[in-house]
């Protein structure tokens, strides 16, 4: 089975059908052209079955992984219940958790309280105290 190609160009094939016909003129010998002939057409098959097979696996690992994916998505955190908690409201002008704890709590050193109250609901707080105004921060009671 040949393929078309444009002018100038070669397939494999033909390069390979090439090398045996050389092969039988170099040595005159038509039952191993056959053979090599064969041996190319074997070859070129098992090719095709090895790619079709990593084709199929690549397919079915795209698809695991897009559904592990969606069910991690839909994982939300966990909701927690705070008793006696108060809402605040960050003011302009307010950039961390030490500030808020100092003029709220009394002491700025419990501004961690604050960030294990909401890491829930703003995650950055799990690596940063700086805060944004308009967030609604639960405080201890």
């Known amino acids: 089975m040949k393929q078309e190609v444009g ?41 095709h079955e090895v790619h079709d097979a ?22 939300a955190p966990i909701q927690r219940n705070y008793p006696k908690t108060k809402e605040y409201t960050v003011k302009d002008g307010e950039s961390t958790l030490a500030e808020i704890a100092k003029k709220q709590l009394g002491q700025a050193g419990r501004f961690p309280d604050i960030a294990t109250m909401n890491y829930d609901r703003y995650p950055s707080l799990k690596t940063s105290t700086d805060v944004k105004p308009g967030w609604k921060l639960r405080l201890p009671a």
Do not use: H
Request: charged share 25%.
């Open 7 to 47: 002018e100038g160009e070669q397939t494999n094939e033909t390069d390979a059908e090439d090398s045996a016909e050389q092969y039988v003129t170099v040595t005159g010998s038509v039952p191993q052209f056959e053979e090599l002939k064969q041996l190319i057409a074997d070859s070129r098959q098992f090719t």
């Open 54 to 75: 990593v084709v199929a696996r690549l397919v079915k690992a795209e698809a695991a992984t897009a559904d592990l994916a969606s069910q991690v998505a839909a994982i």
